[in-house]
């Protein structure tokens, strides 16, 4: 889906529903607004059902504060109009409640980006504006003074978090992704103490491999056909579970005559269609098109583990409390979780770039499932169906033992209850 195509009202409801698809707001709360070529300022309506938005419901504000629309506009419009002010460089503004960024917006901290690198790269210096009326002028001040100083996400003392972006998509980008930095902050405290970065390793600390060249003679197998099918299934699914992020998250598998499908560069999640998907082979790539990060690392992995055909490597906010933290994820506590995950190793910080051999000789049958400190959890499969319910049940695992350590310390199986699963189970 090309979104700049879209008209401002379309792209506000588009915005909006993914926005309450995640559970980040209310059927009350939350607004949004872009900001035209015309200078109109478009932005959702206060008072809405925002689960059931419609193009018709949104308000066109003209540059001399005309209304015109079927609505109010949002009471927050004096903030949304205030920042635009500010800062004549952002045409897009989100303002949401979830649960996680109101944590940190009635506590008056700043969640610390330094803990996962790409949010500290897409949010850059997050601070919190002072208290003032919901939709009072003086919230506006206090609001664009903060956009005015440079940052681009901004928490709102008691009143949530905003977002700014040269577009709606970016604006997106950046809310969800302090989002999600603010709940992973929060299961990692249940857990342990979770560590920052050094700000040197505050950027995403990857190495775009190249491709080999254009793969010329590319056709499509119908096993090629039907991978991609299920890749965007999976791919779609873990999005819409939360298990990644719109820009985060990279899918690998490979068909019986070796060729590689993997995700592409730079396509938010949410949209991912078949023929997105790059087809490789040798290093080389249909078309000369653009694969995810992530593919010489899965192409490496697949390589050494013949015994593998999928790989995923993803940002799962439970597993990645006990990647930040350096806690172990205990699996023997619950027997399928130990007999699907086995024993989950964590490897080093950077590994991925530093020592890719590392995590392609560890990530194997023994070990399908490993964490990179402050970086990712990749899981593997004989298929990709095997991959991915791995990684939902690496999920699952940590979440419950994210809730587990607020009640009590977790009985781990004894050994010689594991002794027996090993047994049976692993072959």
């Known amino acids: 889906m090309r979104i700049s195509m879209l008209p401002p009202a379309e792209v506000l409801v588009h915005f ?72 004549p460089d952002v045409r897009a503004v989100v303002h949401a409640h979830s649960p996680a960024l109101v944590t940190f917006s009635v506590l008056g901290e700043v969640p610390d980006t330094g803990v996962f690198p790409r949010a500290a790269e897409v949010c850059g210096e997050v601070s919190v504006a002072l208290y003032a009326l919901p939709g009072s002028a003086l919230l506006g001040e206090h609001v664009s003074r903060e956009f005015a100083a440079g940052r681009n996400a901004v928490l709102l003392a008691n009143h949530g978090a905003t977002a700014a972006g040269a577009t709606p998509a970016e604006a997106f980008v950046r809310f969800e992704t302090l989002e999600f930095c603010c709940r992973l902050l929060i299961h990692s405290r249940r857990i342990g103490t979770p560590v ?3 700000a040197a390793h505050r950027t995403t600390q990857r190495v775009a491999h190249a491709v080999a060249g254009p793969w010329d003679d590319y056709a499509p197998t119908t096993e090629e056909k039907e991978l991609r099918q299920q890749l965007t299934r999976f791919v779609r699914r873990a999005y819409g579970q939360s298990l990644f992020t719109s820009t985060e998250g990279a899918f690998g598998a490979r068909c019986g005559d070796g060729r590689l499908v993997v995700t592409p560069h730079g396509v938010d999640r949410f949209y991912v269609e078949p023929e997105d998907f790059v087809a490789m082979r040798d290093g080389r790539a249909q078309g000369g098109r653009e694969p995810s990060w992530a593919w010489k690392l899965i192409q490496d992995i697949l390589d050494r583990q013949p015994a593998l055909r999928a790989v995923i490597i993803a940002q799962p906010p439970y597993t ?4 930040v933290t350096g806690a172990p994820l205990t699996t023997p506590v619950i027997p399928e979780s130990y007999v699907l995950l086995r024993d989950v190793p964590q490897l080093p910080f950077n590994a991925q770039v530093e020592n890719p051999a590392l995590v392609a000789s560890t990530l194997s049958a023994e070990h399908p499932v490993i964490l990179i400190r402050n970086e990712c959890t990749a899981v593997a499969g004989e298929t990709l169906l095997k991959a991915f319910d791995r990684l939902e049940v690496t999920e699952f695992t940590a979440k419950a033992l994210v809730a587990a350590a607020g009640i009590g310390k977790p009985r781990e199986l004894t050994e010689e209850q594991k002794e027996e699963i090993r047994r049976v189970f692993f072959r």
């Open 196 to 198: 920052s970065l050094p």
């Open 16 to 87: 909006m529903n993914r926005i309450y698809g995640r559970g980040m707001t209310t059927t009350s709360g939350g607004n949004l607004s872009v900001r035209d070529e015309a200078g109109d300022l478009w932005i959702t309506p206060g008072g809405i059902d925002k689960g059931s938005l419609r193009a018709e419901d949104i308000v066109r504000v003209d540059p001399s504060g005309k209304r015109h629309g079927i609505h109010e506009p949002s009471v927050e419009l004096p903030f949304h109009r205030a920042i635009y002010a500010a800062r």
């Open 320 to 323: 990645m409390a006990f990647a």
